[in-house]
C-alpha cells in the first residue's frame, strides 16, 4: 500500500497551535479509527502522543490532540515549545494484519 | 518499565544475510504481536512486518516478501528479523516496535519502539 501523505515541513513560532494532516484512503484512515501519531527525534525511539485517532497516553502533554474528518487524520500541536521540534510521523492500521506510515514531517519552532 | 533493545545491525554485501535480534522486558511478551519498522537515510518510516504473540501468524510489506522472515521465542523474549538477499535499498535503522493492544493477534500501531539497529548494505 501507499504511505499516507503529510506536509514534509511545518513551522511555528513558541505559544502558536500548528496542525499537521494525514491523508490516506478508504482502505486505512477512512475506515479504520486506529491512526496513531508518533514524536521522533533523531538517534532516539519514537515516541506514541496520540493513538486511536483522539486519545493520549498518560505522560503525555494535553498541548497535543487529534482528529479524523474522513480519509485525514489530524495531529495539533497548542501552545507550541521548543521541545516540540521533532519529526512527527502517522500510522494508520491498513487491514489484513497490516500497518502503513506517513513520510513524516518536520516541525521547526522558530 | 517496557524496554526493546534492537541488536545484530552492520555492514553486509549486496546479496549477503544478516539476522537482527529485539530482547524484550516489562510486559508479558507472548501477549503481543510484535514489529518490525524501517527508517532508510532521510526517509519517512516504512512497515516492513509483524508476527503474532502465540500462533505465530505473520505478515510482510510486498517489499521485503520473500526475502526477509519474522520470528520470536516468546520463551527469551526475543523477536527476530532474518534478512537475506539483502539490496542497497534496504539499508536503513530498523526498529523493534510492540503492538499497541494486547492479545496476540491484536495489530494495532504500535506503543513502544526500541532505539534501532543500524543495517549497511554496501560493496
Known amino acids: 500500500q501507499s504511505a499516507l501523505t503529510q506536509p514534509a515541513s511545518v513551522s511555528g513560532s513558541p505559544g502558536q497551535s500548528i496542525t499537521i494532516s494525514c491523508t490516506g484512503t478508504s482502505s486505512d484512515v477512512g475506515t479504520y479509527n486506529l491512526v496513531s501519531w508518533y514524536q521522533h527525534h533523531p538517534g532516539k525511539a519514537p515516541k506514541v502522543m496520540i493513538y486511536?485517532?483522539?486519545k493520549r497516553p498518560s505522560g503525555v502533554s494535553n498541548r497535543f490532540s487529534g482528529s479524523k474528518s474522513g480519509n485525514t487524520a489530524s495531529l495539533t500541536i497548542s501552545g507550541l515549545q521548543v521541545e516540540d521540534e521533532a519529526d512527527y510521523y502517522c500510522c494508520s492500521y491498513a487491514g489484513s494484519s497490516t500497518l502503513v506510515f506517513g513520510g513524516g514531517t518536520k516541525l521547526t519552532v522558530l | 518499565e517496557v524496554q526493546l533493545l534492537e541488536s545484530g545491525g552492520g555492514l553486509v554485501q549486496p546479496g549477503g544475510s544478516l539476522r537482527l535480534s529485539c530482547a524484550a522486558s516489562?510486559?508479558?511478551?507472548?501477549?503481543?504481536?510484535m514489529n518490525w519498522v524501517r527508517q532508510a537515510p532521510g526517509k519517512g518510516l516504512e512497515w516492513v512486518s509483524v508476527i503474532s504473540g502465540s500462533d505465530g501468524s505473520t505478515y510482510y510489506a510486498g517489499s521485503v516478501k520473500g526475502r526477509f522472515t519474522i520470528s520470536r521465542d516468546n520463551s527469551k523474549t526475543t523477536l527476530y528479523l532474518q534478512l537475506n538477499s539483502l539490496r542497497a535499498e534496504d539499508t536503513a535503522v530498523y526498529y523493534c516496535?510492540?503492538?499497541?493492544?494486547?492479545?496476540?493477534?491484536?495489530?494495532?500501531?504500535?506503543?513502544?519502539w526500541g532505539q534501532g539497529t543500524l543495517v549497511t548494505v554496501s560493496s
Open positions: 486511536e485517532v483522539t
Open positions: 516489562g510486559f508479558t511478551f507472548s501477549s503481543y504481536a
Open positions: 516496535a510492540k503492538a499497541g493492544c494486547s492479545g496476540g493477534n491484536c495489530y494495532r500501531p504500535p506503543d513502544y
